[in-house]
C-alpha cells in the first residue's frame, strides 16, 4: 500500500476491507499467566484454609490466607499493564475475557469478604460463577480443555452444597487444580 | 443515484487502516505498518490526516525508551466506516 491517494474500485475496496478485518479480529491472545498466577494462589488459599480450620489451634486466623491474593491482584495488575503495551493488537476477544474476569472478580469478592456471615459457606457460592468464566473463556480461546474445566467447577460447586463449611476449601483446592491450574499449564504449552 | 464514497476514506492504505482498526480495540503502528506494507512515513502521515478528522485517536508512550504509538478508532471513525461500506454497496449492486 504504498501510494495514499489511489482510486480504488468498489470490488477492490471491498476485498481490501474484508482482508483486513480478517485479520485483526478473531484471535484472543490466550495468555496462560493469569491462570497459573491464580490457579496456584487460590489452590494455597483454599489447603491453607481447610488445614489451619481443620487441624491448627488458631482456627479463627485461617480467613488471613486469603491475604495471599493481595500481591496476586498486584502482580496481576503489573502484569497486565506491561502486557497490553507489548501487544501489537488487542482484539474484541482479549477485551471480552479480561472484563468477564473483572466482573467475575467483582461477583464473588463479597463472599469472601463476608464469609463469616454465611458461614463460611463460600465455596458452594463461588465456585459457580468461578466455572461460567472459565467455560466462558474455553469458548472464547477456543480451548475445549477450559470448558472441560468450567464444568469441574460447577460440579464441585453443587458438591460443596451437601458439604460443611470447611470441606468445602478441600472441594474447592482441588477444583481449582483440575479445573484451572491443568487447563492452564495445557494452555502454555499449546501456545509456546 | 449512488452515494458519494467518503473521500478520506477511498484511498488504500487509509481504508486498510480503517479496516484493520475496525475489527480490533487498538493496534501498535508497527502491526499497522507490517499488515498493510506502507512505509513508515507514508503510515504516518496518512494516521495524522484521520487522526485530524476524528476517525481514530493516537496515543503515544513509551516502552522503556522505545516510543509506542498505538491507534483506536473513534466512534465518529466506525460511523464513517460504516456509512463507506453502505455507499459501497450502492455501487456494487
Known amino acids: 500500500m504504498e501510494t495514499n491517494d489511489d482510486r480504488l474500485s468498489a470490488q477492490q475496496s471491498l476485498t481490501l476491507i474484508e482482508s483486513m478485518i480478517r485479520q485483526a479480529k478473531g484471535k484472543a491472545s490466550g495468555n496462560s499467566f493469569y491462570f497459573?498466577?491464580?490457579?496456584?494462589?487460590?489452590?494455597?488459599?483454599?489447603?491453607?484454609?481447610?488445614?489451619?480450620?481443620?487441624?491448627?489451634?488458631?482456627?479463627?486466623?485461617?480467613?488471613?490466607?486469603?491475604?495471599?491474593?493481595?500481591?496476586?491482584?498486584?502482580?496481576?495488575?503489573?502484569?497486565?499493564?506491561?502486557?497490553?503495551?507489548?501487544?501489537?493488537?488487542?482484539?474484541?476477544?482479549?477485551?471480552?475475557?479480561?472484563?468477564l474476569w473483572i466482573a467475575m472478580a467483582i461477583t464473588i469478592t463479597p463472599a469472601w469478604l463476608f464469609g463469616e456471615k454465611i458461614n463460611w459457606m463460600v465455596n458452594a457460592i463461588i465456585l459457580m460463577p468461578v466455572g461460567a468464566a472459565t467455560f466462558v473463556s474455553g469458548v472464547i480461546l477456543k480451548f475445549l480443555p477450559l470448558r472441560l474445566g468450567g464444568i469441574v467447577f460447577w460440579a464441585a460447586g453443587i458438591l460443596?452444597?451437601?458439604?460443611?463449611?470447611?470441606?468445602?476449601?478441600?472441594?474447592?483446592?482441588?477444583?481449582?487444580?483440575?479445573?484451572?491450574?491443568?487447563?492452564?499449564?495445557?494452555?502454555?504449552s499449546s501456545r509456546e | 443515484m449512488l452515494?458519494?464514497?467518503?473521500?478520506?476514506?477511498?484511498?488504500?492504505?487509509?481504508?486498510?487502516?480503517?479496516?484493520?482498526?475496525?475489527?480490533?480495540?487498538?493496534?501498535?503502528?508497527?502491526?499497522?505498518?507490517?499488515k498493510t506494507n506502507a512505509t513508515a512515513g507514508n503510515l504516518s502521515v496518512q494516521l495524522d490526516k484521520l487522526s485530524e478528522a476524528g476517525y481514530i485517536t493516537i496515543e503515544k508512550t513509551f516502552r522503556g525508551k522505545k516510543p509506542?504509538?498505538?491507534?483506536?478508532?473513534?466512534?465518529?471513525?466506525?460511523?464513517?466506516?460504516?456509512?463507506?461500506?453502505?455507499?459501497?454497496?450502492?455501487?456494487?449492486k
Open chain 1, 160 to 188: 460443596c452444597y451437601f458439604l460443611d463449611p470447611v470441606d468445602q476449601y478441600l472441594v474447592g483446592g482441588f477444583a481449582i487444580i483440575l479445573g484451572y491450574l491443568f487447563p492452564g499449564y495445557l494452555l502454555r
Open chain 2, 3 to 34: 452515494k458519494e464514497l467518503d473521500p478520506l476514506l477511498h484511498s488504500q492504505l487509509r481504508l486498510g487502516v480503517m479496516s484493520l482498526l475496525m475489527g480490533a480495540e487498538s493496534a501498535e503502528f508497527t502491526f499497522l505498518k507490517e
Open chain 2, 68 to 92: 509506542l504509538t498505538r491507534c483506536r478508532i473513534t466512534r465518529k471513525g466506525i460511523k464513517a466506516f460504516e456509512e463507506y461500506v453502505q455507499a459501497l454497496k450502492g455501487y456494487i
Open chain 1, 36 to 99: 497459573l498466577l491464580w490457579g496456584w494462589v487460590i489452590a494455597v488459599c483454599n489447603f491453607g484454609m481447610y488445614y489451619l480450620m481443620k487441624f491448627s489451634p488458631y482456627p479463627n486466623y485461617a480467613p488471613a490466607v486469603w491475604m495471599l491474593t493481595i500481591p496476586a491482584w498486584v502482580v496481576t495488575m503489573i502484569y497486565g499493564a506491561r502486557q497490553g503495551r507489548s501487544q501489537g493488537i488487542i482484539s474484541h476477544l482479549d477485551q471480552v475475557n479480561k472484563w
